[in-house]
């Protein structure tokens, strides 16, 4: 079934005239779509016209109908028959997008583009967590966290940057948490809320890879932007609780962690995947471990099983420049592997889209929609 709706009303603009086509699966009736005057069908796929400047809408609606996206493709690059797609043609297809829950935007899709053409129907992020044995999930609970103490500090924004984000290292070698590439761990902020009841945690994407930053399994590290922000009625500078208390953490202070969670992001078993992410701001977090354990000599001697041998692809959307995270690493993987790693920026503030607009991610992705 196609449903081209979407792309109605595009801009007349250069970017409002770039169509893609999702296509989803799994759509179906709930709360938010009852209303609408149409059914949705739960089976079968279903192919959506969008606008690039509305695809962060599209795939928010997507997600409220419990859908799940199996391709994006250029439609310029989608054979049409009487203006509606024909499932079944020859595409390629990314496997799936999936976001993380570190409050920040961030996206992974893989692709293997040595599958046989007949196999359309790539596997999904979610279908490829089953693959993955002994994924460790909730070794530490809310109600008995882990007491582990902070390491090290550091600012990641550099001079004339805006806000502040930093990269934080807790030691864990008294206990037993173990985790992967992809997965998040719980903070429990001291202090009690609003209620008069116990702060609750906060969920942190790692940005570590198993091993920790020194490949020692010692450690797990985050990346914390402080939330700050003006309440709208009082004018009032509000700070967000659990960023505020682990920016301003000091070495041998202690903390609460609960977890690991997460197998949605686990990266793909085949080391020979192509690995595309697209992340902004603190969202890069769990994509350094990726990288990490990718490109790194020391993670590759803790690791001579894993040799990856695809192409990972970075979109990371930042306001300016000093608010590149991770830039100096990041920039040293690209040059030393420049055939297996490749690195975009998206800076709003000082980069324009083809309209004269701020260069956001998405307009990044149309840009290189053909090569993705």
Known sequence: MYNPNAAEGAANTQSGSRVFVYEVQGLRQNTQTDKASYPIR????????????????????????????????????HNQTNGLATPGTDTTKTDNAATSTDHEESAVASSDEKQPKKEKKGTSMTQAKAKHAD????????????????ISNDELVGEGGIGTVRHLKFDISAGDLRYLEGQSIGIIPPGIDKNG????????????????????????????????????????TVQGVCSTFLCHLKPEDELKITGPVGKEM?????????????????????????LWRMFKDAEKAANPDYTFGGFAWLVFGIPTSP?????????????????????????????????????????RVAEHADEL
């Not at 940005?207 to 932007?225: E, F, M, P, W, Y």
């Not at 690493?329 to 998206?346: C, G, N, S, V, W």
């Open 197 to 236: 009841k116990p702060e609750k945690l906060r969920l942190y994407s790692i940005a570590s890879t198993r091993h920790g930053d020194d490949v020692d399994d010692k450690s797990v590290s985050l990346c914390v932007r402080q939330l700050e922000y003006k309440h709208p009625e009082t004018g009032e």
């Open 135 to 150: 994924v460790p999930v909730n070794i530490y609970r809310p109600n008995a966290p882990f007491i582990g103490k902070c």
């Open 42 to 77: 739960s089976s079968g796929s279903v192919f959506i016209q969008v606008p690039y400047d509305r695809m962060n809408q599209e795939m928010q609606r997507i997600t409220r109908m419990g859908g799940k996206i199996l391709s994006i493709q250029p439609l310029n690059g």
């Open 266 to 290: 686990l990266l793909p078993e085949d080391t020979n995947a192509n690995v595309i992410m697209l992340a902004t701001g603190t969202g890069i977090a769990p994509f350094r471990a990726y």
């Open 323 to 363: 608010n590149i995270l991770y830039k100096e690493e990041l920039e040293e993987i690209q040059e030393k592997y420049p055939d297996h790693f490749r690195m975009t920026y998206a800076i709003s503030r000082e980069q324009k889209n083809p309209e004269g607009g701020r260069m956001y991610i998405q307009d």
